[in-house]
């Protein structure tokens, strides 16, 4: 299983995308995958879905169909635990972890093909979830952070063109809207 946060949050299941729904449902999974392998309460859950409005008195119930229906994409991964409920994440499935092992170790292939799991910006159907923005903010912070040091990488080897070329390809990018 890989759970792709570097970009749209993605699950990927025996080489398919898994399909965690829209709007509140995947808002769920992205509650738990912040928190992966912690125990979130229901009552965590329902605060974090209906942020800024009152939640209707069904709440915890939608949670709980939520959870149901999520079950049968993510299996066993999804744990039922009280108070709540906990998204297990093993090491060397998520994305973002991934790129934080390539950072630690500075070596250049390892940063790059971290660096190539980078898909836009990350979480993006959860940017305007404040349970998400501490996470989302370290997400880009590492990114920036990955991809300098995959620069210095390449500067002491001595590829200075390659680095060139990349800023350039970058900065076309950006300007078109694709990065």
């Known amino acids: 299983m890989q759970f792709r946060d ?3 949050l993605d699950v990927v299941v025996d080489g398919r995308v898994a399909n965690l729904g829209s709007g509140r449902q995947i808002a769920l999974v992205g509650a738990l995958l912040v928190r992966a392998n912690e125990v979130v309460s ?3 859950l329902v605060d974090d879905l209906w942020s800024g409005s009152p939640p209707p008195p069904t709440a915890p119930k939608i949670v709980r169909n939520s959870i149901s229906s999520l079950r049968r994409e993510l299996g066993d991964r999804l744990v039922t635990r009280s108070p709540g409920y ?3 994440v093993e090491a060397g499935e ?4 991934r790129l934080e092992h390539a950072l630690d170790s500075g070596r250049l292939d390892e940063l790059t093909a971290a660096l190539a799991l980078w898909r836009g910006p990350p979480l ?3 940017a305007y979830e404040p349970f998400a923005e501490h996470e989302i903010a370290r997400l ?6 990955a991809t300098e040091a995959r620069i210095d990488a390449e500067l002491e080897r001595g590829r200075h063109a390659s680095v060139i070329r990349s800023s350039r390809d970058s900065s076309a990018s950006i300007r078109c809207g694709s990065a």
Not at 94 to 97: F, M
Not at 140 to 145: A, G, Q
């Open 42 to 44: 229901v009552d965590r």
């Open 94 to 97: 998520l994305d973002s972890d």
């Open 6 to 8: 570097l970009g749209p």
């Open 124 to 126: 993006s159907q959860l």
């Open 140 to 145: 880009e912070e590492l990114h920036r952070t």
């Open 86 to 88: 906990l998204l297990r």
